[in-house]
Nanobody, 123 residues
Framework: VQLQASGGGLVQAGGSLRLSCAASGRTFRSYGMGWFRQAPGKEREFVAA????????YYADSVKGRFTISRDNAKNTVYLQMNSLKPEDTAVYYC?????????????????WGQGTLVTVSS
């Protein structure tokens, strides 16, 4: 089982990035997925989550209205569209697979993790 996150990079404040997380080794279309991030010296924090069908999403207050999580079950891929980026969004972003079809903001409830992709937002 492997989760490959991509799409990170350096962007100016106000810019946009789209992260992708492709799963291989098994299908995760029946499971919820989440995005987390970890800035230097800080704990990993919840960003967004989506249920198995994509019909239910949940966002941290800090990204609500700016970020959008979505998924394509045919491609076994989850996305995070990030708009109006701020310097405080700078972090390594991780995708993860939840333990069932729903979602949670608690990282310890996720069973598979990707390797992370770095997002740097300059002011």
């Amino acid at each position: 089982v492997q989760l490959q996150a991509s799409g990170g990079g350096l962007v100016q404040a106000g810019g946009s990035l789209r992260l992708s997380c492709a799963a291989s080794g098994r299908t995760f279309r029946s499971y919820g997925m989440g995005w987390f991030r970890q800035a230097p010296g800080k704990e990993r924090e919840f960003v967004a989550a989506i249920n198995w069908s994509g019909g239910s999403t949940y966002y941290a207050d800090s990204v609500k209205g700016r970020f959008t999580i979505s998924r394509d079950n045919a491609k076994n891929t989850v996305y995070l569209q990030m708009n109006s980026l701020k310097p405080e969004d700078t972090a390594v972003y991780y995708c993860a697979v939840y333990s069932d079809s729903t979602w949670s903001r608690n990282p310890w409830e996720y069973v598979y993790w990707g390797q992370g992709t770095l997002v740097t937002v300059s002011s």
